[in-house]
């Protein structure tokens, strides 16, 4: 008697969810995310413009050059998470409208803000190497950007489920269409 291996993840399912649900859940989970970070960095983007349009009190920060690097940390911040948002409802509509493009243009997001973040961090690590508190900050975001990839994969393999489901939707109308 022959046992076969038995796996509880095939192309379609994983752990007993199809892969389309499981995509869905993330792109929720993570548009809320990034909507809350989205409110953050438009709080801090408010603060940091009612400063700067208050005469006494940039007089106060004129001299203070961590104004204005926190200014410009936080408008790219504020800029970033809105662009993040975009594509975070883009991947939401993409899975439940069957859109595997919309998809793609989630993962190929997703990627180039790994990689970008991957860079950062390293720097960080790089300019702060020594001040342990501050490099442990740094491991922890790695820890985060690897369980992000890991998710990016997710979102891969409901794009090629999606897209697998597309082509076979088309294969069905080719052969109803010159079915005699």
């Known amino acids: 008697m ?3 291996k038995r796996s509880c993840c095939s192309r379609e399912t994983c752990c007993g969810i ?3 649900t499981g995509g869905f859940i993330f792109a929720i989970i993570n548009a809320i995310i990034i909507t809350g970070g989205t409110v953050c960095s438009m709080y801090f983007f ?3 413009l009612s400063i700067r ?3 006494e009190k940039m007089r106060e920060q004129e001299t203070n050059s961590a104004f204005l690097f926190f200014t410009i940390v936080i408008s790219v911040a504020f800029v970033g998470a809105a662009i993040a948002e975009v594509f975070a409802v883009l991947l939401c509509v993409g899975i439940s409208k069957k859109k ?3 998809v793609m243009a989630y993962l190929v997001f997703g990627i180039l803000a790994e990689i970008a973040s991957l860079i ?3 720097i960080f690590i790089w300019m702060e190497w020594g001040e342990w508190d501050l490099v442990s900050y740094g491991a922890i975001t790695l820890g985060v950007c690897a369980a992000y990839a890991v998710l990016l994969l ?3 393999q409901t794009y090629i489920v999606l897209t697998e489901a597309k082509m076979r ?3 069905k109308l080719i052969n109803n269409k010159y079915d005699l």
């Open 100 to 102: 595997p493009r919309y």
């Open 120 to 122: 950062g961090i390293l």
């Open 46 to 48: 408010g603060m940091m």
């Open 53 to 55: 349009l208050d005469p």
């Open 2 to 4: 022959e046992q076969t």
């Open 154 to 156: 997710l979102v891969k």
């Open 18 to 20: 199809r892969v389309e």
């Open 169 to 171: 939707g088309h294969r």
